[in-house]
C-alpha cells in the first residue's frame, strides 16, 4: 500500500536518495545533508506547532511504499513564502515607449524583478522516484496536499502558488539562464540552482539586475522558454490546472519557468472535499466504487491513501482504516479523483 505521511528524522537516508535521483533538478530538494536535516526538523516543529495565524511553517510529506519499506516519493507545502527573506519572480508585462514627433508607438514585452508572491502559500518538492511515476501516484502525492491544507484552513495564506521547473537541455543547461543570469554569475545554471536551495532566492536574487529586462534583447532560445515548464512537467501542470491553477505571466528569475497561482478555497480538491464517517469493513461491495482519496484530520499524524469506494456510503477494509490510523468513529476527508 502506498501512504502519504509527514517527513520524519528517519526518512534522512530515503530523502537523500530522492535527492541525489532528481539530479538537481529541484531548487527545493539539493543534495545536502544538513539542509535535508533541517527541511525535517521544519516539518516536525511545524506540525506541532499551535497555529491560529499562519507564518513561516514548512510541511512536506512522503509517499511510503509500505510493502518494501521504501521512500518513493516527496512532497512540501510552505504556509507563506518571503517572510523571512525576498521571494523574488520576474512578472512579465508589456513597456510603452512612444515618441509624438515621429509618430512612434511601440509596446516592448520587459520582465520587472519583483516580490509580488511575499505572504503566498506555496506547493513545493514534488518529487517520484522513476518506476512510480504514473497519473496515479502523481494523483495521490500531489493532491493529498490540498486535503492536508483544507483540513488545517488557518494553517494557510489565501493565496496558493506552485512554480514549475522550467526548460533545460539534457545537460541541465537553462536557455534562459545561459542568456541572462550567466552574465552576472561565474556559474552554471546547476551550480545556481544548488546556491539557492540551499540558502535562499535572495542570495543570488540580489545580483541580478534590478531593471527591467527587455525581452528582444534575450535570445530566440530563452524567449522561447519564457512560462514554458521543462516537457516532463506537463503531467503536473495539467494536474494543478484541472485544479483551478492559472499562470498570470510569472516567471522564474532563474530558468523563466512559470509560476501558476490560486485563491485556496477556489481549488477543486478544496470545494469538493468532504468530512464524513466511514464504516469499517471486512469486504466492501463492489458496486458505485470509484478512486478516492481519503485522509485522517490528523495533523502530525497525517496520513493519506487512494482506495475505491462508494463516496456516498463511505466504506473502509480494516487495513485501509489501519493505515490512516483511524480511532473507532474517526471522521476523514475524501475527495473522488
Known sequence: MLIIRPL??????????????????????????????????????????????????????????????????????DASVGLNGPFYSYRMEEVVHASSELQIHN??????????????????????????????????????????????????????????????????????????????????????????????????????????VYVPLLSQEAQHALGQPRPDMAPVKALLEREGFVYRNYVDIFDAGPTLESRVDALHSIMTSQLCTPAITAQRDATALQQVLVANTETAAFRCILTELDPAQPTLLQAEADALQLAPGAAVRLVAV
Open 8 to 77: 520524519a528524522y528517519p526518512d534522512l537516508p530515503a530523502l537523500e536518495r530522492l535527492a541525489i535521483v532528481s539530479g538537481g533538478s529541484m531548487t527545493t530538494l539539493p543534495a545536502n545533508r544538513d539542509h535535508l536535516n533541517e527541511l525535517i526538523m521544519r516539518t516536525q516543529n511545524s506540525m506541532r506547532k499551535a497555529v491560529e495565524q499562519h507564518h513561516d511553517e514548512s510541511y512536506h510529506f512522503v509517499m511510503e511504499d509500505t510493502e518494501h519499506g521504501e521512500i518513493v516519493g516527496v512532497c512540501g507545502i
Open 107 to 212: 509596446r516592448v514585452p520587459a520582465l520587472h524583478l519583483c516580490q509580488d508572491y511575499t505572504g503566498s502559500a506555496r506547493l513545493c518538492t514534488l518529487f517520484l522516484d522513476g518506476e512510480h511515476r504514473n497519473e496515479t501516484n502523481l494523483q495521490l502525492l500531489s493532491r493529498s496536499r490540498l486535503l492536508f491544507i483544507a483540513q488545517h484552513r488557518q494553517r494557510f495564506a489565501n493565496r496558493l502558488i506552485a512554480e514549475l521547473q522550467g526548460v533545460a537541455d539534457e545537460q541541465n543547461r537553462s536557455p534562459f539562464w545561459e542568456s541572462l543570469g550567466s552574465h552576472f554569475f561565474s556559474m552554471d545554471f546547476t551550480k545556481a540552482n544548488y546556491l539557492t536551495g540551499i540558502n535562499s532566492k535572495g542570495f543570488i536574487a540580489d545580483l541580478m539586475p534590478h531593471y527591467p
